[in-house]
């Protein structure tokens, strides 16, 4: 079947079942390429967009229960906070492998977007759902802590 999603404001159209999880569909689909595949069971965060201003395990989400739009890293250039966060992860080198920091900045966006001066304590919350197995943690942090600076 055709499902219509929208994803970064971009009507597409998908060809599959709906319970197709929706990484699925924004990979193979829509040319998104920051979401990641990690667990695939909502357990690691890499797979993390936005819906509704709340951070989504795409991994775990069918395509079809989706109604609204969908953000993901690729519309950076266009968001304040995504901008703000990406310029500073790379002044904190806050990457390793980088495969979970798209994941990590859509949940750092959620809090930002919520709170633009979040505690350290505040900023492990949200990121709590967000694995990373390089160890990058006190780099996200302060590359969070960075943005939030920028954005005040
Ligand atoms: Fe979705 Fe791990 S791949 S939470
Ligand atoms: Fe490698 Fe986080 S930078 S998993």
């Not at 929706?22 to 979401?35: F, G, H, P």
């Not at 989706?66 to 950076?76: A, G, H, Q």
């Amino acid at each position: 079947m055709t499902i219509q999603i929208q994803v970064n404001g971009t009507m597409q159209s998908v060809d599959t079942d709906a319970n197709t999880p929706l990484l699925y569909a924004l990979r193979n689909d829509c040319d998104i390429n920051s979401a990641k595949y990690g667990c695939g069971a909502g357990q690691c965060g890499s797979c993390t967009v936005i819906i509704n201003g709340n951070p989504v395990r795409s991994c775990v989400t069918p395509v079809g229960s989706v109604k609204s739009n969908i953000t993901t890293l690729e519309s950076y250039k266009n968001d304040r906070v995504l901008s703000a966060l990406n310029k500073a992860f790379i002044t904190e080198q806050a990457v390793q492998c980088g495969f979970c920091i798209a994941g990590m900045m859509m949940s750092a966006k959620v809090l930002l977007d919520k709170n633009k001066k979040p505690t350290v304590r505040q900023i492990k919350s949200a990121l709590n759902g967000n694995l990373c197995r390089c160890g990058t943690h006190t780099r996200i942090i302060k590359a969070i802590q960075l943005a939030s600076k920028e954005l005040a």
